[in-house]
């Protein structure tokens, strides 16, 4: 008797877990044909004739590959059909949305591995989020100030006029950040453009360490590219004070703007 509940709460268990599923979900996430419920049998709690949720976008952009069903509850929220939350590997949501010619409705799938972890996203519409609206922040950072003469680290005066440069991207989400470290044209031209890319990535590592993703991070050395004074006249000390603005590190942080 005990074995035949046993089996009879497993075949259950399936039969639930498959009903959640419109879609043929593979192991690996994904499924040859996408299948849609009905934006009129949604689940999701509502008053009057409105359907759906009204989500942030910005959160909806963070969602991303690997992340489990907890940490897309956090962004998305609980799914709006009769899916259910465990053991089923897709999940769907009725979304609202507010463009410029007026509220619309979008439908957004998740499928899930086996391990219950998020794999596959689809939008009906296609490229249905709204866009984000960005702002573009640029600072040139004298390259004197943030390393000492021959070196790539940080000075303590460096990382203080980095604090600075980062504080300008809190009041956006980060999109991302360009990092291109520039020389003089005294020395080696292999020598400076090595010279330029170890002061780069001694910039992108602190933006790290300060809890931006690295992947939306990115550094390059340019060496004497895109000088930005010309001294022909000049020599010895004189020369090199000349040089000064050519030696730095120009920051380009993009923001999505939350309206």
Known sequence: ?????????????????????????????????????????????????????????????????????????????????AEGMSGVREWDYLFNFTGPEGDYTCQYKILFDRNMDARS????PENCLPEAETAEYRESVPGDILFDFD?????????????RVAEKFQAGHVVGVKIEGFTDHLGGQAYNRLLSEKRAESVRGWF??????????????????????????VEGEALKECLRPNRRVEITGETSVTN
């Open 121 to 124: 996203f689809y939008w009906k």
């Open 151 to 163: 070196s790539w680290t940080l000075t303590e005066r460096g990382r203080d006029a980095l604090s």
């Open 1 to 81: 008797m005990l074995f035949s509940r046993m089996m009879m709460t497993g075949v259950l268990s399936l039969m639930l877990a498959g009903c959640g599923n419109l879609s043929h979900v593979t192991d690996e996430g994904t499924t040859e044909e996408v299948v849609w419920p009905s934006p009129e049998k949604v689940k999701f709690n509502h008053d009057g004739t409105q359907k759906g949720s009204w989500p942030l976008p910005e959160k909806l952009r963070q969602i991303k590959a690997g992340m489990n069903k907890d940490q897309i509850y956090q962004l998305a929220g609980r799914p709006h059909f």
């Open 208 to 233: 790290i360490a300060r809890g931006f993703r690295a992947e939306r991070i990115h550094a390059t050395g340019r060496g004497y590219d895109a000088p930005v004074v010309f001294c022909p006249d």
